[in-house]
T-cell receptor, first 112, second 115 residues
Framework: SQQGEEDPQALSIQEGENATMNCSYK?????LQWYRQNSGRGLVHLILIRSNEREKHSGRLRVTLDTSKKSSSLLITASRAADTASYFCAINSGGSNYKLTFGKGTLLTVNP | SAVISQKPSRDICQRGTSLTIQCQVDSQVTMMFWYRQQPGQSLTLIAT?????????ESGFVIDKFPISRPNLTFSTLTVSNMSPEDSSIYLCSVTLLSGNYGYTFGSGTRLTVV
């Protein structure tokens, strides 16, 4: 399936450390997006990277995309306790339906 | 970005009954979607809500179980019919404004428990 697969499934770090999460997928994409979800609530869009882009930054977030390896990574620098959440990658394969296919997510815990 | 009001935020329902979830958007959007998130799991797309016509359902989801309406560009409802405990999940609506090359906005979700 086109579903992204995040790695690791869970990550526990100390405040101030960096957190890296990875996402792999299987076929071609239009873009790849990262979302955050706090405690089973609604998802918040973090960043979108298009298939012709290799790296994007937004504040403390850095996303890379390697289409040859069909993988992406999300780096959160100088983590804070408030970053504790589940992080999902989502694949947009393009076409006329614009639907997103989500990975299983990484649960990040940032300990104060 | 769009702002979504999703109601109810949570409900506890008896098996065999139905629940209708509403999604109201503050601006006209092109695409609206309904997702299900089972406990501890990722999001699974139920269907794309099409304005003025029948929704497009994903494999494993049928209209009789999850009827969807979208009478205009800013409003949609999802009904979970004849509920069983297996339907206990978070249901989320999602919208995107343009071509899909922008982030999607999600409602705050409806946490459904079926007893």
């Amino acid at each position: 399936s086109q579903q992204g697969e995040e790695d690791p499934q869970a990550l526990s770090i100390q405040e101030g450390e960096n957190a890296t999460m990875n996402c792999s997928y299987k076929t071609s994409i239009n873009n790849l997006q990262w979302y955050r979800q706090n405690s089973g609530r609604g998802l918040v869009h973090l960043i979108l990277i298009r298939s012709n882009e290799r790296e994007k930054h937004s504040g403390r977030l850095r996303v890379t995309l390697d289409t040859s390896k069909k993988s992406s990574s999300l780096l959160i620098t100088a983590s804070r306790a408030a970053d504790t959440a589940s992080y999902f990658c989502a694949i947009n394969s393009g076409g006329s339906n614009y639907k997103l296919t989500f990975g299983k997510g990484t649960l990040l815990t940032v300990n104060p | 970005s769009a702002v979504i009001s999703q109601k109810p935020s949570r409900d506890i329902c008896q098996r065999g009954t139905s629940l209708t979830i509403q999604c109201q958007v503050d601006s006209q959007v092109t695409m609206m979607f309904w997702y299900r998130q089972q406990p501890g799991q990722s999001l699974t797309l139920i269907a794309t809500a099409n304005q003025g016509s029948e929704a497009t359902y994903e494999s494993g989801f049928v209209i009789d179980k999850f009827p969807i309406s979208r009478p205009n560009l800013t409003f949609s409802t999802l009904t979970v019919s004849n509920m069983s405990p297996e339907d206990s999940s978070i249901y989320l609506c999602s919208v995107t404004l343009l071509s899909g090359n922008y982030g999607y906005t999600f409602g705050s979700g409806t946490r459904l428990t079926v007893v």
